[in-house]
């Protein structure tokens, strides 16, 4: 009956996670990133000790209005679309500096 107990207690401490293809993720415990990162497949970790950041290395697109005043006060309008990906190589380093956002922490300041 105890190892059925246990064997019970490591399953529901333990959950699998899935990347897709153009995933790729990294795991905090305690506060402090790992630098492994996962491609895509199934893993598991500790949900209690752990958090998983995902980022997305395919190719994304943003666009943008931007709306400004010209030197005669007439309204002057653009639309911006930037095309990024993110490199495989950098992944790691990009999620704990970003905290996993990258678009609103690092790409929107960039354009506005």
């Known amino acids: 009956m105890k ?3 246990f064997i019970l207690m490591l399953l529901f401490l333990t ?3 899935q ?3 153009e995933e790729r993720s990294i795991e905090v415990r305690f506060e402090k990133p790992n630098t492994t990162v996962y491609k895509e497949g199934l893993f598991f970790y500790n949900p209690v000790t752990v958090k998983i950041l995902k980022l997305s290395v395919a190719n ?3 666009e943008q209005v931007i ?3 010209s030197s005669d006060l007439q309204p002057v309008s653009s639309k911006i679309r930037i095309q990024y990906n993110i490199p495989e190589k950098s992944v ?3 999620l704990v500096k970003f ?3 990258v678009v609103d922490n690092f790409v929107l300041p960039k354009i506005v």
């Open 67 to 69: 709306s400004v005043y």
């Open 92 to 94: 790691g380093d990009i």
């Open 60 to 62: 994304h697109s943003l």
């Open 15 to 17: 959950v699998c996670n």
């Open 19 to 21: 990347n897709e293809p």
């Open 99 to 101: 905290n996993g956002n």
């Open 3 to 5: 190892r059925v107990i």
